[in-house]
C-alpha cells in the first residue's frame, strides 16, 4: 500500500475572539488576555484570532477599553505568533457601507498595529464589497484571506462555491475560508466541498464552523482529510456550543496520522487551566449561558445560526408573541427566498430574521417593512446571489430605483469629513476610525478616557502636595 503523504493540519485558535463572542458576548477583557499569551506563544498555532468581528464594539462600549490598544499589547505579547482579525468587507466591524478612503485607511492602521492576516467576508458574498479591502491589505504587505459565507439554497451549488473561489484566487487572496457561521456544513458535505476547491484553486484552505449542531469535529475530520489545511479550534474551556471544537481534541484526533499537528497537549493542558476559572465565572454570573453550551439541531432544520434562533425568541418575549416562535422559525426561509437567498450572517440574519418576526406578528406579509430590509431590497447592501421577489420588492420599495453598482462607489470619501467632526477628541489617529464605525460610542469613551486621566493627575497632584512629618 502506498505511503500516505505527510501534511500536518494548522490551526487557528479563537479563543481571544470568536470563542467568547460565541460564549459570553464578547466579554473577555484585555487584562484576562494578557497573563497567558506567553505560554499560548509558545504553542506554534499557525494563528491566534484575537480582534475584530465584535471585539471593537463591546471593547468600547462594555469594557471602557481602547480596542487598538489592545492590539497593541497582544502584538508586544506575541512574538512568534501571526495575529488575525476578522474584518466585514465595505462594513469594516460596523454595519452600514463606508467610503474607499476609509476602509483602506482601517486596513493600513491594523496592520500598523500588528494585525498579520486579515479575514474579509460579505454577508451577500458580493466579492465587489471585497475588492478594496483586499488590495489594501496587499498594499500593506498583509495577509488577505477571503471567507465565503457557507450556505445552503437552490443556487448554492458545488460550482457555485468553485467559480467564486476562482474569482477570489484571481482577485489576489493569499487564502480561502469556508466560513461556516451557522454550523450547516455536514461530514460528508465537507469532503465535496473541499476537494472541489482543492480542484479549483492553489491557495491554502481553512475551514471556520461553530459546533451548534453537534457535527462541527466530524465535518473538520472530514474536511482534513479531503485536503483542508487549516482549521479554526477553541480552547476546551470556551469551546463547543455556539462555539468552534475543542483545540486539544482536534490535536488528540490528528496525533499520530499524517495530518499530526505537532502541537505539544502538556502545554495545551496548562493553558486550558488558565481559562478554565473564567469559565466557571462566567458560569455563576449568568453571563455564560447553558442554553449555548448544547447542540441545537434546528439549526439544520432551518437554516438558522444559533445567535440568530436566540435573537428571534428574545424579539418575541418582548412583543408578548413567544406561541408564534414555530411560524416565525417557518416563515424565516420564506423572507430569505424573497430576498434573493442570501448567506445568514451579520448583518443579513438580523435583516431577515426581524421582517420574518414583523411578517407574523402583524399577520399581513410586508405590511410592516424595517429600515434596513427596505435598504437590503434597494441594493444597498449588493448584489444576491439569487434576484428578489420581484412583487415584493415593489410592495416593499415602491418605485425607488434599485442600485445596481457596487454600494461603495456611491459613497462620497469621508475620512477627511470624519476628522473634521471628532478632532476635540483626537489622541492618536486611530481615535478617527473608531468614531467612523461607531460614533455615538466612541465619543462616551473619549469622555470615559478623558474623564480617568483628570481623575489619575488628580491623585498623581494630590500625593506630591502631601508633607510628611520630619
Not at 39 to 62: I, N, P
Request: net charge negative; charged share 25%; aromatic share 8%.
Amino acid at each position: 500500500m502506498a505511503e500516505t503523504k505527510k501534511k500536518p493540519i494548522k490551526i487557528t485558535e479563537t479563543i481571544l475572539r470568536d470563542a467568547h463572542q460565541s460564549l459570553i458576548a464578547t466579554r473577555m477583557t484585555t487584562e484576562q488576555m494578557l497573563p497567558i499569551i506567553d505560554k499560548m506563544d509558545q504553542v506554534g498555532y499557525h494563528a491566534v484570532e484575537c480582534w475584530g468581528g465584535a471585539t471593537f464594539d463591546a471593547s468600547l462600549r462594555f469594557l471602557k477599553e481602547d480596542p487598538w490598544e489592545r492590539l497593541r499589547k497582544l502584538r508586544d505579547g506575541f512574538k512568534n505568533t501571526k495575529l488575525q482579525m476578522l474584518f466585514r468587507g465595505q462594513n469594516i466591524l460596523g454595519y452600514n457601507h463606508y467610503a474607499d478612503d476609509v476602509v483602506e485607511y482601517f486596513v493600513q492602521k491594523s496592520i500598523a498595529n500588528g494585525i498579520d492576516i486579515i479575514r474579509i467576508f460579505d454577508c451577500l458574498n458580493d466579492i465587489r464589497n471585497l475588492e478594496t479591502a483586499v488590495k489594501a491589505a496587499n498594499k500593506e504587505k498583509g495577509h488577505a484571506q477571503i471567507a465565503l459565507s457557507y450556505t445552503l439554497g437552490d443556487a448554492y451549488t458545488l460550482d457555485y462555491w468553485k467559480d467564486i473561489a476562482k474569482k477570489i484566487e484571481d482577485m489576489g487572496a493569499k487564502s480561502l475560508c469556508i466560513k461556516d457561521m451557522a454550523g450547516l456544513l455536514t461530514p460528508y458535505k465537507a469532503t465535496e466541498l473541499v476537494t472541489v476547491l482543492k480542484e479549483a484553486v492553489e491557495i491554502p484552505i481553512d475551514l471556520h464552523t461553530h459546533y451548534t449542531s453537534g457535527v462541527a469535529s466530524m465535518t473538520y475530520m472530514k474536511a482534513v482529510e479531503a485536503g483542508c489545511d487549516i482549521i479554526d479550534t477553541a480552547m476546551s474551556p470556551f469551546a463547543l456550543g455556539t462555539s468552534q471544537p475543542a483545540t486539544e481534541v482536534m490535536v488528540e484526533t490528528f496525533r499520530g496520522t499524517p495530518y499530526d499537528t505537532g502541537l505539544d497537549q502538556n502545554l495545551l493542558s496548562e493553558i486550558a487551566e488558565y481559562f478554565r476559572p473564567l469559565r466557571e465565572e462566567a458560569l455563576e454570573s449568568g453571563l455564560m449561558n447553558t442554553k449555548v453550551l448544547g447542540v441545537n439541531i434546528n439549526t439544520l432544520r432551518y437554516q438558522v445560526p444559533g445567535g440568530m434562533l436566540s435573537n428571534l425568541v428574545s424579539q418575541l418575549k418582548e412583543m408578548g408573541q413567544e406561541d408564534k416562535y414555530e411560524q416565525v422559525l417557518e416563515e424565516v426561509p420564506r423572507v430569505r427566498k424573497d430576498f434573493g437567498e442570501p448567506p445568514l450572517v451579520t448583518p443579513s440574519s438580523q435583516i431577515v430574521g426581524t421582517q420574518a418576526v414583523l411578517n407574523v406578528v402583524s399577520g399581513e406579509r410586508y405590511k410592516m417593512v424595517t429600515k434596513e430590509s427596505k435598504k437590503l431590497l434597494s441594493g444597498e447592501f449588493g448584489q444576491t446571489v439569487k434576484p428578489f421577489d420581484p412583487e415584493v420588492q415593489k410592495k416593499c420599495i415602491g418605485d425607488t430605483e434599485p442600485i445596481t453598482c457596487r454600494p461603495a462607489d456611491l459613497i462620497e470619501p469621508q475620512l477627511e469629513k470624519l476628522e473634521a467632526e471628532m478632532s476635540q477628541w483626537k489622541e492618536q489617529d486611530e481615535d478617527v476610525l473608531s468614531y467612523a464605525l461607531f460614533p455615538q460610542v466612541a465619543v462616551d469613551f473619549f469622555k470615559y478616557r478623558e474623564a480617568q486621566r483628570t481623575k489619575v493627575d488628580a491623585t498623581l497632584a494630590d500625593k506630591e502636595n502631601q508633607t510628611y512629618p520630619v
